[in-house]
């Protein structure tokens, strides 16, 4: 009867947490943990982007993101040290945000052509996102009105042009790449995440709804929005 009733309880604790209770949600953390279900270093990308379950699950206190611009643009390349899937989900997250604020056509082929690339990182979608940043995201944001929509247009063509740039940077250093998402790189992202603040959205937040399903292995954003376009998503892949 031990393990019905460990296993009844934890579907209580889970049910609590889908529910709001913040105790419960720590407890399953905490339990998953302790199951060797989910790393420790996936709890500690969800700490730095201030999620307070995930701090209190490690028994950490969340860092507030620094208000100094600079010193956000080197935090935010410490994004880095969970790998370059994790770069690249950020940029997709990124990118959908900047389509939030400028709804163009071309803005949205980008947006698209972004998680595609991060669904399965082949040179076709690598052309494919480059050419949409700089044929469609980059002319919306010069044709566009308004700081939203300017922003959110640039956003989307920063993080289009980093996929391309990085790329050709990668591959004529090594020749070829393991993982074609090796173009998407810090600094790129922290270009972006300005853009988005500038047109008044927080992107730690923007980033932190986009990649915690994906921590946790609740859900999966991009492939998800790949699903609906009813494009062929890549293999399932891991942090790191």
Request: charge should be negative; aromatic fraction near 4%; charged fraction near 30%.
């Amino acid at each position: 009867m031990y393990a019905p009733v460990m296993d009844e309880r934890r579907r209580d604790r889970e049910r609590a947490a889908a529910q709001g209770d913040l105790a419960a949600a720590v407890e399953a953390l905490r339990h998953r943990l302790r199951a060797g279900e989910l790393p420790e270093e996936r709890l500690e990308l969800l700490v730095f982007l201030g999620d307070e379950v995930a701090a209190a699950a490690l028994g950490r206190v969340v860092d507030p993101w620094p208000t100094d611009e600079q010193e956000r643009r080197t935090r935010a390349r410490d994004l880095a040290r969970w790998g370059t899937e994790c770069l690249g989900r950020a940029g997709a997250a990124l990118a959908r945000a900047g389509l939030s604020l400028n709804g163009d056509e071309r803005v949205r082929a980008a947006a698209d052509a972004i998680d595609l690339w991060v669904s399965c990182p082949c040179d076709e979608h690598v052309k494919r996102a480059e050419d949409a940043g700089a044929d469609g995201a980059e002319r919306a944001a010069d044709e566009a009105t308004g700081d939203g929509a300017v922003s959110g247009a640039d956003c989307v063509a920063l993080v289009a042009s980093g996929v391309s740039r990085q790329m050709s940077i990668w591959t004529r250093v090594h020749g070829h790449s393991q993982d074609r998402r090796d173009g998407w790189t810090a600094a790129d992202l922290s270009r972006a995440m300005e853009s988005l603040r500038h047109a008044g959205l927080e992107p730690v937040e923007v980033l932190l709804a986009d990649l915690r399903p994906w921590v946790l292995g609740t859900g999966d954003p991009v492939r998800a929005r790949v699903a609906r376009l009813a494009l062929p998503p890549g293999p399932s892949p891991e942090v790191g």
